[in-house]
């Protein structure tokens, strides 16, 4: 009888797991195939095609792929490369309290090419990722003009805080909120437009709206001041580098694949306002499934003209880690994290720079998505990548990231699951 086991069959959805398959024959071809459905329905997966052992098993973390969704040895490859059927879909958990994503794992005989395999699976079984730890509490926020969720760690506290900002898709994305206050981090994932009764278009960056959101978490009785993180991605990282260079509490920012200026929309601060630098539509490029490719619409920012739409990086107070993919689509990624670094005060910034990352990098778990629709855009948006750096990318910057917040806002508690 053949035997699929994954080990631990319920875990975190950043943490690894081991697949095993037993009671195959000898040297047996067999196809080992990873899906589950999002919320919408939308489908993922992943194969990869191996030849057993002499005692008729499969150890994924020990023997090399032959093909597939991948090659080589890649223990949590069936998780990471997973694809979604329908082109440009991208893998997010939205009810990130309330269910885990629900990963079939099936063998089947010989290599299985086609979407729906023509034989029914020789062994499968089901394994649970889920996008917050035991114990950890969702609270939706309505205070003042604050809208979000606060995700606690179990316990009395207090925490470590954090604020965890997505980018210009807007509305609310929670799943990397949970994994951090799985790892002990009182986290507020903030909205900033289009979600609840917030704007439904990004007019302007009022950064007295994210002042009142670091008051509201470090006012929490369950968070550990008199400082905090931010960790932002894209127009989410763009934000985070203006509060660290204006609110003396930031003082652990995480800038993920953002820029350094201003571009297409302006910061105001009290009487202050900082233009932003004008995007180049005109120069969109549309490459040959229809999707837009975006990295040639941003002006290059060392150009005079453009001083004024400068973040006031001089000002930061904190550390920043600016974490880097070099195959970036979006921004010129590496460019503008150079650029902040030079004007910052010394040793107070980092950069990890990844070969062969897109402009998503994730939590490990979240497959590489290279292209993918989002609420703004009248076309797909490329958002560029390679799947396996992407993947070892998304490995090493999360642990690097962690370590970080836990250096500058002093230790942090990990759930188990």
Not at 16 to 36: D, E, F, I, N
Not at 60 to 81: D, E, I, K
Not at 204 to 219: G, P
Not at 394 to 417: D, M
């Amino acid at each position: 009888m053949v035997e699929v086991t994954v080990t631990p069959r319920s875990s975190l959805a950043d943490r690894p797991v081991q697949l095993r398959v037993r009671g195959l024959s000898p040297s047996q071809l067999v196809t080992l195939r990873a899906w589950l459905k999002d919320e919408q329905g939308e489908r993922f997966q992943s194969r990869a095609f191996f030849r057993a052992d002499g005692s008729g098993e499969v150890d994924p973390s020990s023997q090399a792929a032959l093909g597939g969704s991948y090659s080589g040895v890649w223990p949590m490859g069936l998780f990471w490369f997973l694809q979604p059927d329908t082109l440009f879909r991208r893998l997010v958990k939205r009810d990130v309290a309330g269910s885990p994503f629900l990963v079939r794992l099936e063998v089947f005989d010989g290599v299985q090419l086609g979407a729906e395999p023509r034989e029914r699976p020789l062994g499968w079984c089901e394994a649970e990722r889920w996008y917050v730890g035991p114990g950890v509490q969702r609270v939706p926020v309505r205070q003042g003009r604050v809208r979000g969720a606060l995700f606690l760690p179990p316990g009395p506290g207090p925490f470590p805080g954090v604020i965890d900002m997505f980018g210009g898709a807007g509305g609310l994305i929670e799943f990397r909120a949970g994994l951090l206050a799985s790892r002990g981090f009182a986290v507020l994932a903030l909205a900033f437009f289009a979600y609840d009764d917030l704007p439904q278009v990004l007019a302007q960056f009022d950064l007295e709206y994210f002042e009142e959101a670091a008051d509201f978490l470090l006012q929490h009785p369950k968070v550990r001041g008199p400082g905090l993180g931010v960790v932002g991605v894209s127009k989410g990282a763009e934000v985070a580098l203006a509060l660290a260079s204006f609110l003396p509490q930031v003082v652990a920012t995480v800038w993920i694949n953002g820029t350094a200026f201003l571009h297409g929309t302006p910061l105001v601060y009290k009487d202050l306002r900082i233009p932003p630098i004008p995007y180049r539509v005109e120069r969109v490029l549309l490459t040959e499934a229809g999707a837009l490719d975006n990295s040639a619409v941003f002006a290059d920012p060392r150009d005079p003209a453009y001083r004024a739409s400068a973040i006031l990086v001089e000002n930061v107070r904190g550390k920043v880690l600016f974490v880097v993919g070099e195959a970036d689509r979006s921004f010129n990624s590496k460019l503008f994290a150079q650029l902040a670094l030079a004007r910052m005060p010394p040793e107070s910034g980092r950069i990890l720079s990844y070969p062969g990352a897109g402009h998503l990098i994730e939590p490990p778990g979240s497959p590489l998505c290279s292209v993918s629709c989002i609420r703004s855009s009248p076309r797909p948006v490329v958002w560029g990548g390679e799947p396996q750096p992407h993947a070892r990318a998304q490995e090493h910057s999360w642990h690097e990231i962690v370590r970080f917040l836990e250096q500058q806002l002093g230790p942090a508690a990990t759930a188990k699951l």
